[in-house]
Structures are given as structure tokens and as C-alpha cells.
T-cell receptor, first 113, second 116 residues
């Protein structure tokens, strides 16, 4: 089955700096790669996603890049703010629509004012 | 957008009792519901996939008789933790595909189960 590795496990940055979180996946047939932000005691919230036919996607301060050849994708957050502090999860889904998501281990992002 | 309402958000129960968690799709029909379990500071672990009108599919290592899943309608899926024990204490989250043509998923807000 799919295996997703996420790094780093913790990331600490100063407000205004950029943050980058990286994930690798094992199933070359995976076609959907979402990123989720989870705050304490809440369910995950989608912040950005990318499909396998796209190399990069941007939404204001957040961007995701996908390298299908290397089977890795990354989350980029620019101009970080204290409210960006949370746990971030990457995930990958195999070829079958509405299939199961496989999650990375999570990254605890702390943005210091 | 598609919303999944999950209840209760928190529940405390005594060992040996059963607890039911409900997830309702409010503005769409959820033919599939994924149930996850999350330990503190850990990732989401898929427990089972429920499909409306059929038996749930459980992931390896998940006890079917412990975690009963029912998906009797297109808007309601339930997870019942039977004969709960302290080790069942965890954060449980449901998720459903967000739409027919959409690749996305919508997640419930989670249920914090504490068994005492």
C-alpha cells in the first residue's frame, strides 16, 4: 500500500519567515495530494491540495509543489504568522477515486512572534 | 461547501459501557465515510471505511466487534465503541468525499473519547 513520509516532525520559525514541509510517497499511481492544518482538539482542515497533473499550486501565502518523478511534494508557507502555528499533515491518495487517504506523520509548526 | 457534522465532540464513559459517535453529512449525500483514530501527537490512522447499505471494511488490526460501524443512510454513519476500556480513549474523526467530481474530502470536528 501507499506509504507517506513527512519531514520535519517539528518546525520553529520567526514570524515573517517562510516554512517548508516535505513529504514523499511510495505509490507512483497516487493522484491527489492534500495538505491539512489541524488545531488542538479539532478535525483537519484542508489548506491546499494538488492533483498529479499539476506541478505547482498557489493560494496567497500557501503553495504546494509536486515532483512526480521523485515522488515528493512540499508545502510552502510564506510570511508566517503566529496563527499559522498548528500541526500540518500531508496525505496521498491512490488512483481509485474516493479511495483512502494515507497521511504523513505530521509537522508541528510553531511561529514565534 | 460540504459539511460533516460529528457528535458528540467530547464524551466520558465508564469502562464496560458503549459509546456511539455520529457523523452526518449536512448538505450532500455521503455514500462513503472514513473513520479515523488519532492518538495524542500522532497522525490519523484509518480504522474502517463504511459504505451506505453495505458492511464496513476494516483495516488490518482493527477489531470489528469492538468498533461497530453502521451506515444505514446516505447522510448518517455511526461508530459505536462497545465495552469501552481506557485503552480505547482517543480522538475519533470521520471523513467523507466532498462531492461527485471533487477530489476533496470533508472532515468532522472529531470526538474526544475518555474511558474511565
Amino acid at each position: 500500500g501507499e506509504n507517506v513520509e513527512q519531514h520535519p516532525s517539528t518546525l520553529s520559525v520567526q514570524e515573517g519567515d517562510s516554512a517548508v514541509i516535505k513529504c514523499t510517497y511510495s505509490d507512483s499511481a497516487s493522484n491527489y495530494f492534500p495538505w491539512y492544518k489541524q488545531e488542538l482538539g479539532k478535525g483537519p482542515q484542508l489548506i491546499i491540495d494538488i492533483r498529479s497533473n499539476v506541478g505547482e499550486k498557489k493560494d496567497q501565502r500557501i503553495a504546494v509543489t509536486l515532483n512526480k518523478t521523485a515522488k515528493h511534494f512540499s508545502l510552502h508557507i510564506t510570511e508566517t504568522q503566529p496563527e499559522d502555528s498548528a500541526v500540518y499533515f500531508c496525505a496521498a491518495r491512490g488512483e481509485t477515486s474516493y479511495g483512502k487517504l494515507t497521511f504523513g506523520q505530521g509537522t508541528i509548526l510553531t511561529v514565534h512572534p | 461547501g460540504a459539511v460533516v457534522s460529528q457528535h458528540p465532540s467530547r464524551v466520558i464513559c465508564k469502562s464496560g459501557t458503549s459509546v456511539k459517535i455520529e457523523c452526518r453529512s449536512l448538505d450532500f449525500q455521503a455514500t462513503t465515510m472514513f473513520w479515523y483514530r488519532q492518538f495524542p501527537k500522532k497522525s490519523l490512522m484509518l480504522m474502517a471505511t463504511s459504505n451506505e447499505g453495505s458492511k464496513a471494511t476494516y483495516e488490518q488490526g482493527v477489531e470489528k466487534d469492538k468498533f461497530l460501524i453502521n451506515h444505514a443512510s446516505l447522510t448518517l454513519s455511526t461508530l459505536t465503541v462497545t465495552s469501552a476500556h481506557p485503552e480505547d480513549s482517543s480522538f475519533y474523526i470521520c471523513s467523507a468525499p466532498a462531492g461527485v467530481r471533487d477530489y476533496g474530502y470533508t472532515f468532522g470536528s472529531g470526538t474526544r473519547l475518555t474511558v474511565v
